[in-house]
């Protein structure tokens, strides 16, 4: 008797109309009930109403005051957090199958089917998948409901973390499909420079090998006044047309992915590793750069680049050739004096180049890298650290020098190409990178002088934020470094020329990877074509969006298996109490990560372990510290050790405590 009663309607209107709405996320917790966070404020949401929801949705919602407390009702989807998503076969005591979805703050078990269409294996229980929601409470008034669409790997699969990951963020496991034979294409003759000295410096295991180097001294009547380097880069752009499926797959996959113990190459193995690889002894298609420098590292001449047929004459090792300059105790010896002199001649060049940088753009701190040691079946033996040697830093500046010369090449005769670019300091940051600043290095004397320092005008430039990284260098403090890195923006490709201000420079566009980066096949090909005085087109802007979107996929990729192995590696060292030297990298109002310094690790503290009254506690956003009692108990970079206490390895977690 009340369908279309029109007073009701009006009444619910009404209702409607004085309720006040909010839209967040929604962040579950252990417990039934779960939190509404919205821009400045959270809300309660009961168990009732987070049944409707999963961790991570965008939901609207109605405010519901009872009291002096809040709570709200939530209302309307506006985001799922699933679509598609990665989860572990389950089966229900009916034998039905339900997801356990791969997120640490997911608890929901979700019902799903098989699209048989996609999926013909018979599933069991733990292996892992790849599966589409399909409905949901607030939008189909019904249950969770997914469907799988991929089986990833089976659940005793010892490789899961490399495969789920690259499942979960949509990178291909298997290397391209490469064709029968390939013909080089060539539009303008090749210059023959196969008799010079050009050799590579490499890993020892690498067989993509993308750059070779040939140095030697400019003489005037017997006296050095420079340096004459040539930069040969593999060309896989000659083997591969421009519309080809070759060219798809690599525009698709954007980059090689190289994760602990194997690589995804971004093109075929057989032009990777074989055929566009500066084999040492092998003639090999190259695009050369010759840069021209006087002895302090200023470039005194324009940059010249050459299609050239060129033969490395030794692929060298970086540890070998680090070991050799640092003068070790029965170190690697040259083979020839030929390679001597390169090699020699290359260290002399790139201390000028150092010196070069640190007095006109930027230098950052070398810190090394951590290598996962794998056994046969993928178990982590072992975890070192790898400092950046003599050798690497030789190949990081002729590199470096290179990609500045292809910035300013292309944008002078393309007049476009991939630049990679960073501005800085993200326009929202700027006054309150400048507060920190003159809060943390100010002194009464000189507030007035770093006022006009690092005013926001200044530190939008490319020359005042310069000044003020190397203000911070002459800090020891890694906290200065952590805290200002929070007011960054991301780096980021662009058609046109803008400054890198991660490095200091003006232009930056790497084309030294053809074989590894899809970006620096887009500028080889433009560099080609000015070579070849043919027009160039504006790089298109899905190119850069699609290079963007990869670089962060093929980041995440490699971030959660390292999470995974960590959590492998450490899980049986709870058991020993393990204490570990660590510096804190963040802090939040749920306590600290630390980096564990011999290998890399993150361990998470929890707040609840470091203090037992939370209302003595207080978290300090804009000092990334931690007081305790009204005291600065724990910051950014601070060093400490920790006690490893447990690791979760259903969602790789690793918690510890501080050792007092």
């Excluded at 990777?272 to 005194?300: F, H, M, W």
């Excluded at 490893?644 to 050792?659: F, K, P």
């Amino acid at each position: 008797m009340f369908q279309d009663n029109p007073l009701l309607a009006q009444l619910k209107q009404q209702i409607h109309s004085n309720k006040t709405f909010v839209e967040g996320f929604v962040k579950a917790t252990d417990k039934s009930y779960g939190f509404l966070e919205c821009d400045k404020k959270s809300y309660f949401i009961p168990p009732q109403e987070m049944k409707k929801v999963m961790h991570g949705d965008k939901v609207k919602a109605s405010v519901v005051v009872d009291g002096d407390k809040e709570r709200v009702d939530v209302e309307e989807l506006i985001e799922p957090m699933l679509t598609r998503f990665v989860a572990r076969v389950k089966f229900n005591r009916e034998g039905r199958l339900q997801l356990a979805v791969d997120h640490p703050n997911v608890k929901n078990l979700i019902s799903a089917n098989v699209n048989n269409k996609k999926v013909t294996q018979k599933l069991q229980e733990n292996d892992w998948v790849v599966a589409e929601l399909k409905t949901h409470p607030l939008r189909d008034d019904r249950f969770l409901f997914a469907q799988v669409t991929q089986l990833i790997c089976e659940a005793d699969d010892h490789y899961a973390p490399w495969w789920v990951s690259l499942a979960k963020h949509e990178q291909p496991r298997e290397a391209v499909k490469g064709l029968d034979s390939y013909e080089l294409q060539d539009e303008i003759e090749r210059k023959d420079l196969t008799h010079l000295d050009f050799t590579t410096i490499d890993s020892a295991t690498t067989k993509d090998m993308d750059d070779a180097l040939c140095i030697e001294p400019i003489l005037d009547n017997g006296t050095q006044t420079g340096w004459h380097l040539m930069v040969a880069i593999a060309d896989p752009t000659a083997y591969i047309p421009q519309d080809s499926s070759l060219e798809k797959e690599a525009r698709q996959r954007c980059f090689t992915n190289y994760l602990p113990g194997f690589n995804v190459p971004m093109l075929p193995r057989e032009l990777s590793d074989d055929l566009c690889s500066l084999v040492a002894d092998e003639k090999r298609p190259a695009l050369v750069g010759e840069i021209i420098t006087d002895l302090e590292g200023n470039v005194t001449a324009e940059t010249v680049f050459t299609l050239a047929w060129v033969k490395s004459k030794a692929k060298l090792v970086y540890d070998n050739v680090s070991d050799y300059l640092e003068q070790q105790e029965n170190a690697w010896q040259p083979e020839n004096e030929v390679i001597k002199q390169q090699i020699d001649w290359l260290h002399q060049f790139t201390q000028a180049r150092m010196q070069w940088r640190e007095k006109n753009a930027l230098i950052f701190k070398e810190q090394g890298d951590y290598a996962f040691e794998l056994n046969e079946q993928g178990d982590v033996v072992d975890i070192h650290l790898e400092p950046r040697r003599i050798a690497n830093q030789m190949i990081e500046e002729s590199m470096i020098i290179a990609n500045i010369e292809a910035g300013k090449y292309l944008e002078k005769n393309a007049k476009t190409g991939i630049f990679n670019t960073h501005l800085g300091f993200d326009p929202k940051n700027y006054k309150l990178a400048k507060e920190f600043l003159i809060a943390t290095l100010g002194t009464p004397e000189n507030n007035e002088e770093l006022e006009a320092r690092y005013s926001v005008e200044r530190l939008a430039t490319l020359e005042g934020y310069c000044e003020m990284r190397r203000d911070i260098d002459q800090h020891d403090e890694s906290f200065l470094e952590l805290r200002l890195r929070r007011y960054l923006t991301f780096a980021e490709f662009k058609n046109q020329v803008a400054p890198h201000f991660g490095l200091g420079i003006t232009h930056y566009a790497t084309w030294t990877s053809p074989i590894r980066k899809y970006g620096d096949m887009v500028n080889h090909r433009l560099i080609k074509q000015t070579l070849a005085q043919q027009p160039t087109q504006l790089v298109e802007e899905d190119i850069l969006m699609r290079l963007q979107e990869a670089r962060k996929q093929n980041r995440m990729v490699e971030r959660d298996i390292s999470d995974w192995l960590y959590a492998r590696y450490l899980e049986p060292m709870v058991e020993k109490n393990m204490e570990f030297d660590a510096e804190i990298v963040d802090v939040s109002r749920g306590g600290l990560r630390v980096k564990v310094i011999e290998n890399g690790a993150m361990i998470f503290v929890p707040n609840s372990t470091l203090h037992p009254n939370k209302d003595e506690m207080n978290f300090r956003t804009e000092e990334l510290a931690l007081y305790i009692k009204d005291e600065k108990t724990y910051q950014v970079g601070q060093s400490v050790k920790v006690k490893l206490t447990q690791v979760r390895m259903e969602t790789r977690s690793i918690i510890g405590n501080i050792v007092q």
